[in-house]
């Protein structure tokens, strides 16, 4: 029977969330959390930004009758003061689709507030998450993500905590990590190659994500193309705790490029890269304009002047909102020089075309949607997710664009 599952027990999401940390975890969780009740005080309780525990919700396909063994997971992932319940419409369009064949796993380690504590600290939540998700449903064989906003840089460093792991094991070792057994055990090691948690990667989608972080020139649109606010909110990016420090590349600590300068390519512990190119599809949607919050060439992963002429648009009767699709070229391999060289600092290279020239190693699908006609249009960036089906539901087509693409 395929289930949409969210975790309905605050022990099971602090379980998930701080489980298994070393001692400098520990404390690094700590410091956030008290940071966070401290910036708590200045943020207004209302809507989105309540900071009290997520409301869970289990849901079933109906099959009676007929024999059901769901063997392929999909975990969906909330972005910045987000929660599960926002890719509830998504989950069950996909249940619809693939009652027999799917398990939708809709990921609360991170929600709220705690989306502030910065994309390695939710990486890890959410890796530990899904390696209990494996552990409850051991019959699943394969794995996907869909991840919206800040949620798919959180995914992106999860899959990496995740490549060519032991599911059963311990998350403590790192990926370059080669103690005890596991070292000896050359059959495990073949087994796991090019595996997610020991799963088979499938699809890797991300929805209106910044990849190229928000510091680039009009990444954030809000901002209008003028410099001087572009400039004004790096210097602000604390005011969103080490999240926004990552997302605006200002995390130059102790001499390191910023996270998601490392995330475009493979460091010594952590394949951020190869586990990327493990996934049989991985798929960018991007929203072409109205999406006040995240840039289309930051969640296209291109360059502006690569980025299509909105005369060329079609619409596609079936997908109205969809106005194109293209498969990006892998891009030739060049010699690289390591990130710890090039990381001096955060102003001696052009971070963003390091961070394209990375991410084009592997080949996307991009899919443009444009929300020109619809009354909607100006929320676009939870539009394109359905996140409230009640303000939002004029994604519904790219949503089940995304369900009918999707690889089984």
């Not at 905590?161 to 080669?178: I, V």
């Not at 109205?320 to 990381?343: A, D, M, R, Y």
Request: one cysteine or more.
């Amino acid at each position: 029977m395929a289930s949409l599952e969210l975790q309905t027990s605050s022990e099971t999401a602090e379980e998930a969330g701080h489980g298994r940390r070393s001692s400098n975890g520990k404390d690094e969780i700590r410091e956030s959390r008290k940071i966070r009740k401290r910036r708590a005080k200045y943020v207004p309780k209302f809507g989105c930004f309540r900071s009290e525990h997520d409301e869970g919700l289990e849901m079933e396909a109906d099959c009676t009758g007929e024999p059901s063994n769901p063997t392929h997971l999909v975990i969906t992932v909330n972005g910045l003061i987000g929660s599960a319940q926002n890719w509830k419409f998504a989950a069950k369009q996909l249940l619809k689709k693939y009652p027999k064949d799917v398990i939708v796993h809709c990921s609360k380690a991170n929600y709220s507030m705690s989306t502030f504590d910065g994309v390695d600290v939710m990486g890890n939540r959410l890796a530990e998450e899904v390696l209990l998700v494996i552990k409850r449903y051991p019959d699943v064989q394969k794995i996907s993500f869909i991840g919206h906003s800040l949620g798919g840089l959180v995914a992106r460093y999860a899959i990496a905590r995740l490549y060519e792991r032991d599911a059963t094991g311990e998350l403590s070792q790192e990926n370059g990590d080669k103690k005890n057994d596991r070292s000896g055990d050359s059959y495990l090691q073949e087994k796991l190659k090019g595996k997610i948690a020991g799963l088979e990667p499938m699809n890797f989608i991300t929805s209106a994500t910044p990849h190229l972080g928000s510091r680039g020139h009009k990444q954030v649109p809000v901002f209008c193309g003028f410099y001087t606010l572009e400039k004004a909110a790096s210097h602000t990016s604390w005011l969103f705790g080490r999240s926004g420090k990552h997302l605006f590349l200002t995390d130059c600590d102790n001499g390191k490029p910023p996270l998601l300068l490392q995330m475009a390519g493979d460091c010594e512990d952590l394949k951020f890269m190869s586990a990327l190119q493990s996934f049989r599809r991985r798929v960018a949607y991007a929203n072409a304009r109205f999406d006040h919050i995240v840039g289309w060439s930051t969640s296209s992963i291109r360059h502006r002047n690569e980025l299509p002429k909105r005369q060329h648009f079609t619409r596609n009767e079936k997908y109205p909102h969809i106005v194109n699709e293209e498969v990006t070229k892998i891009s030739s391999p060049q010699q690289e020089v390591p990130l710890k060289v090039k990381g001096n600092g955060c102003k001696s290279i052009d971070m963003e075309e390091e961070m394209i020239r990375g991410l084009m190693k592997v080949s996307w699908e991009r899919i443009d949607v444009n929300f020109k006609r619809s009354t909607q249009r100006f929320l676009a960036h939870n539009t394109i997710q359905v996140k409230n089906y009640c303000i939002n539901s004029d994604g519904k087509d790219v949503i089940l664009h995304m369900v009918d693409n999707f690889l089984l």
